[in-house]
T-cell receptor, first 113, second 115 residues
Framework: QQQVKQSPQSLIVQKGGISIINCAYE??????FPWYQQFPGKGPALLIA?????SEKKEGRFTISFNKSAKQFSLHIMDSQPGDSATYFC????????????FGGGTRLMVKP | EAQVTQNPRYLITVTGKKLTVTCSQN?????MSWYRQDPGLGLRQIYY???????DKGDVPEGYKVSRKEKRNFPLILESPSPNQTSLYFC??????????????FGPGTRLTVT
């Protein structure tokens, strides 16, 4: 049973458009929510992360929106570029239970030129 | 250069033949872990280690062993591999990052095929 559900599985966006990836979690003890970006043939790399005491975190073109009551969080990529084409994973962890990350299933993003 | 290295990167083996995938990090991180990545399932943690000689099971530990005799190394051992262990494996090490949580640094991955 997957504790973090991610959608969509794949996403095609035109260059300059907004990419939106959603995640929902079940464990209310989760207190750290990172997003990882993975290019083909590479390991995932941390992109941006948020803690539940804020509702939004922005870094450049990447924004996390967090809704604690709905137990949902999402990644928005503004002005999407072909170089953003990658697989994106949301994740969550409960630091009181060690820092084991529970990952979503991943979203393969393709940004068309 | 700060990095996590894994060897081998690709491995094809037969059912039952013991194998070890090595992992090494040069960042002096205390926490290391192993994940497997399967389509649609994301990454699932196999084992993790909080420090030397301290290891614990993750979500999918069955069929795997680990050891942590040195801080920098965390090998993954498959005593008797089976076809359902065909997967892409990642080693990671972590420290507390600027976001307040533990930032995982992943190795390049090992693609294992068990026939």
């Amino acid at each position: 049973q997957q504790q973090v559900k991610q959608s969509p599985q794949s996403l095609i966006v035109q260059k300059g458009g907004i990419s939106i990836i959603n995640c929902a979690y079940e464990n209310t003890a989760f207190d750290y929510f990172p997003w990882y970006q993975q290019f083909p043939g590479k390991g995932p790399a941390l992109l941006i992360a948020i803690r539940p005491d804020v509702s939004e975190k922005k870094e450049g073109r990447f924004t996390i929106s967090f809704n604690k009551s709905a137990k949902q969080f999402s990644l928005h990529i503004m002005d999407s570029q072909p170089g953003d084409s990658a697989t994106y994973f949301c994740a969550a962890s409960d630091e009181n239970a060690g820092n084991m990350l529970t990952f979503g299933g991943g979203t393969r993003l393709m940004v068309k030129p | 250069e700060a990095q996590v290295t894994q060897n081998p990167r690709y491995l094809i083996t037969v059912t039952g033949k013991k194998l070890t995938v090595t992992c090494s990090q040069n960042m002096n991180h205390e926490y290391m872990s192993w994940y497997r990545q399967d389509p649609g399932l994301g990454l699932r943690q196999i084992y993790y280690s909080m420090n030397v000689e301290v290891t614990d099971k993750g979500d999918v530990p069955e069929g795997y062993k680990v050891s942590r005799k040195e801080k920098r190394n965390f090998p993954l051992i498959l005593e008797s591999p089976s076809p359902n262990q065909t997967s892409l494996y990642f080693c990671a090490s972590s420290l507390r990052g600027s976001y307040g949580g533990y930032e995982q640094y992943f190795g390049p991955g090992t693609r294992l095929t068990v026939t």
